[in-house]
Nanobody
């Protein structure tokens, strides 16, 4: 089971920026996708961005493309994934979770694939509040 821990949430005004981090360890396979999901109050989790641990291939949800950047830093036993968020808007308020799945899940179905939830490991989440 992969262990994940998010950090970096907080409060920011509309138009502001935040950087989230996700420290992941305990990998049992050699190739994972790690993604960031947002859960707004009363809503389902929504995939925002994902990155491959092996080759750094990225994917973004359309509403964040051009404003958010996902990146990774691989060390021997830990992968840290960052989500740089810019030009934040109030509707992007929510709890942000990172999750890890075998890379084939992302390759086959993208972030809408139900297997993120069935097969994935999840962190505890970090709150992001965008408000004036």
């Amino acid at each position: 089971q992969v262990q994940l821990a998010e950090a970096g949430g907080g409060s920011v005004q509309p138009g502001g920026s935040l950087r989230l981090s996700c420290a992941a360890s305990g990998f049992t396979e050699d190739h994972y996708a790690i993604g960031w999901f947002r859960q707004a109050p009363g809503k389902d989790r929504y995939g925002v961005a994902a990155i491959s641990t092996r080759d750094g291939l990225t994917s973004y949800a359309d509403p964040v493309r051009g404003r958010f950047t996902i990146s990774r830093d691989n060390s021997k036993n830990t992968v840290t994934v960052y989500l740089q968020m810019s030009a934040l808007e109030a509707w992007e308020t929510g709890v942000y979770f990172c999750a890890a799945v075998p890379a084939w899940v992302q390759s086959r179905g993208g972030m809408d694939d139900r297997r993120w939830y069935d097969l994935g490991s999840w962190g505890q989440g970090t709150q992001v509040t965008v408000s004036s």
